[in-house]
DNA sequence: CATGTTTTCTTGAATTGTTCAAGTTTTCCC
DNA sequence: GGGAAAACTTGAACAATTCAAGAAAACATG
């Protein structure tokens, strides 16, 4: 289960996890580094997930130890939380590449696509419109449907629904 | 206070609201005629706006009506819905036009920017990791920092918060 | 214009992801 | 080894959204 983590893009970092975290000037505790493995293994989890497989690991991790854990690592930016539409947050390790996501209307699955236009895109803020407005970054949402759901008929949960109950999530990579 | 919206782009959809209710397929109530109204005048509203402005016009509409109306009209491609981050959610017209969003990361100020490449933006699903998945649309949210925000040095709010509390939101155009 | 069917709205309660608060336990620097 | 600061635990609270069931409209038809 806990298997080397595939190897997609540029994501293979070198740096050891307790590094990661001192060096964010993070203090190094069980519960940050089973969330970072967790991360690393589920991306695009959601808190439950985090909190399930957090607690294989390291037993006893509270849900706020979670959410904490969580927002220190975000904040220190280690991770990437996301909540694409109406749906429940989710998190990923902030590699520094600049990828965005596919996200299916249907059954909620995320698959990481790398940046289009190559650098950060339109990060161009010379619209009239947005006079002033200093942009640090550009958040791609790309929506569809995957491969499983147009098969299976998913019919079109129009994702006007908000949080869908399975904990027993679809997870891809 | 209840003034004529400001013309932006290609938005002055000669359609009157009634017609457009009855050409999605939906009955004409004055509920919705009263939430399709505030929402050209407010576009970005989040539902408890949307809530307040359509009492001060139909007397006596419901929480619950209104969530409905919204999810109706959402559903009819009437209006979209907008999430950014872990904010409330937030409803605009449907106008077609393919613009994207730029957000304040202090005050969710939203403000509507053209779409940068003319055609929808990277609707290109040619990436493998993203086979099979049929992509229909391409949402850009810029994350920065507005004018107001960054003079009166409202720190760093890094939006990890979720809810502001501020029924008295900074509505922008 | 009456009538029936369907859709929509109301009231009130429930759900749920997330956060707050206070106290206890760690981590880590000296 | 101690002591201050940061992190975790427990338990409760919150707030946006949704569920459920009935009442009231809207529209097509006779």
Request: overall charge negative.
């Amino acid at each position: 289960m806990v298997e080397t983590r595939e190897v997609g893009r540029a994501e293979r970092v070198p740096v050891a996890p307790e590094q990661r975290l001192r060096s964010a000037g993070l203090r190094v505790t069980a519960p940050r580094l089973a969330v970072l493995d967790v991360v690393a293994e589920y991306p695009h989890a959601d808190v439950a997930t985090v909190l399930e497989r957090t607690r294989e690991r390291a037993h006893d991790v509270s849900v706020q130890g979670v959410y904490d854990v969580l927002t220190a690592l975000t904040r220190a930016g280690l991770l990437r939380r996301l909540q694409p539409g109406h749906s429940v947050a989710r998190y990923e390790l902030e590699t520094g590449d600049n990828h965005h996501h596919v996200v299916c209307r249907s059954c909620q699955s995320i698959i990481d696509v790398p940046c289009t236009t190559g650098q950060p895109p339109c990060l161009d803020t010379s619209h009239p419109e947005a006079a002033g407005f200093v942009v640090d970054e550009a958040e791609v949402i790309f929506w569809g449907m995957c491969p499983d759901c147009r098969e299976h008929g998913a019919g079109d949960h129009t994702s006007l629904q908000t949080t869908q109950k399975s904990t027993e999530k679809k997870e891809q990579v």
